[in-house]
């Protein structure tokens, strides 16, 4: 079979007639002689999608877990052609495109051919300014950014895969992000990918869309940032290291007149404290991203992820027993002032510094060693 063609379905029975007649005039014109499909995966509707879906010709197959991405998962796994295509069954789409979008995917022997909306006509009211001005651009721009892509439309939900290429690249989202998990992984594997110019319809009146905009836009963002790993592992790093550097600096040379201005003082180091403490949590996030992702860490993170249990104890002890020397240090010093006048400030914040960023980066560690273990 050359081609199946995938409805995610859930209580679609308004729209998804017209949506599956819509495929096949343009899969049935004239000269283009296709052995197709159509698929309508049914996500536990509870009107009669299912009956309309049959009547039409479909096959319907039952998807029981929940989710945009689940509901495609289960309709492409059961698919019977070289190549699929997907789109949602709302009549947003323009179907008519389909023969197009598959031809573009052959001819250019593509893995993923993907019918841009960003590039086509989108009718008034079709999609959200802030979907259209913000949220598609900029996650758009990002995967292009961060994934070395050429795309125009992240989001677009009318796409043509090549099976067999797609059965490589372990997609698992059963949520809206799948649709940035397929680009990403796509593009990982260096797999070819193509556009047309499409575009975009109105919904019919009263439809309440699937889509919710900040929830699934931030499943997006989480998604597309939680692959690439090595970002948050050398940005926290670098943050880290020239804020421990300078918290040094401030602390063996104190408060400092440059070009007029104070720097070194208080405020300095406690910006500098806050800096560093941010540093190890981007970095600790990356060390738990290295967990999930093929993708290899620097030498320095590889260690501290296979820092075993005896390493790790000693650390802890030897942390937690040099706060308390310090802690002891400061009350004999206080009572041998009989409590007052104490004035640890200048170097207050450099101990809490060089002592809170190891104590965090144990507790980090032994958290990500537990993860492990029960992984």
């Given at each position: 079979m050359h081609l199946s063609f995938v409805f995610p379905c859930l209580n679609e029975e308004a729209t998804l007639a017209g949506c599956i007649r819509a495929v096949k005039q343009s899969l049935e014109a004239a000269g283009a002689h296709l052995d197709y499909e159509i698929v309508v995966a049914d996500n536990g509707s509870i009107d009669r999608s299912r009956e309309i879906a049959e009547s039409e010709g479909a096959r319907v197959v039952p998807v029981a877990t929940r989710g945009y991405g689940a509901a495609l998962r289960g309709g492409i796994e059961s698919a019977r052609g070289t190549y699929v295509i997907f789109a949602d069954a709302d009549s947003t789409y323009l179907y008519e495109d389909t023969l197009r979008l598959y031809r573009k995917a052959v001819e250019a022997d593509a893995d993923m051919a993907i019918a841009s909306r960003m590039t086509g006509k989108i009718e008034r009211g079709a999609m959200p300014p802030l979907h259209r001005h913000l949220g598609t651009p900029v996650l758009t721009t990002l995967i292009n950014a961060l994934f070395g892509g050429r795309l125009t439309d992240c989001n677009s939900g009318f796409r043509c895969i090549r099976k067999s290429a797609y059965e490589t690249w372990a997609i698992r989202s059963n949520g809206m992000e799948f649709a940035s998990e397929l680009l990403i992984k796509a593009l990982k594997h260096r797999a070819r990918t193509v556009e047309i110019s499409s575009g975009l319809r109105r919904g019919p009146e009263g439809?309440?869309?699937?889509?919710?905009?900040?929830?699934?836009?931030?499943?997006?963002?989480?998604?597309?940032?939680?692959?690439?790993?090595?970002?948050?592992?050398?940005?926290?790093?670098?943050?880290?290291?020239?804020?421990?550097?300078?918290?040094?600096?401030?602390?063996?040379?104190?408060?400092?007149?440059?070009?007029?201005?104070?720097?070194?003082?208080?405020?300095?180091?406690?910006?500098?404290?806050?800096?560093?403490?941010?540093?190890?949590?981007?970095?600790?996030?990356?060390?738990?991203?290295?967990?999930?992702?093929?993708?290899?860490?620097?030498?320095?993170?590889?260690?501290?992820?296979?820092?075993?249990?005896?390493?790790?104890?000693?650390l802890l002890i030897g942390i937690v027993g040099t706060e308390a020397v310090l802690v002891g240090a400061v009350l004999a010093n206080w009572a041998s002032n009989n409590f007052a006048n104490l004035d640890l400030a200048q170097v207050s914040f450099g101990v809490i510094h060089f002592l809170s960023v190891p104590g965090m980066l144990a507790v980090g560690l032994l958290a990500l060693h537990v993860f492990k273990k029960s992984d």
């Open positions: 439809r309440v869309a699937h889509l919710r905009t900040w929830r699934d836009g931030m499943r997006h963002l989480l998604f597309i940032l939680s692959e690439r790993p090595r970002l948050f592992e050398v940005s926290g790093l670098l943050l880290l290291l020239v804020a421990s550097l300078l918290q040094a600096i401030a602390l063996i040379v104190g408060p400092t007149k440059v070009g007029g201005l104070n720097i070194f003082d208080l405020h300095t180091k406690a910006l500098l404290l806050l800096a560093a403490l941010t540093g190890l949590q981007a970095y600790l996030f990356a060390c738990m991203l290295f967990l999930k992702q093929r993708e290899k860490p620097l030498p320095i993170t590889r260690r501290s992820i296979e820092i075993d249990e005896a390493s790790l104890f000693f």
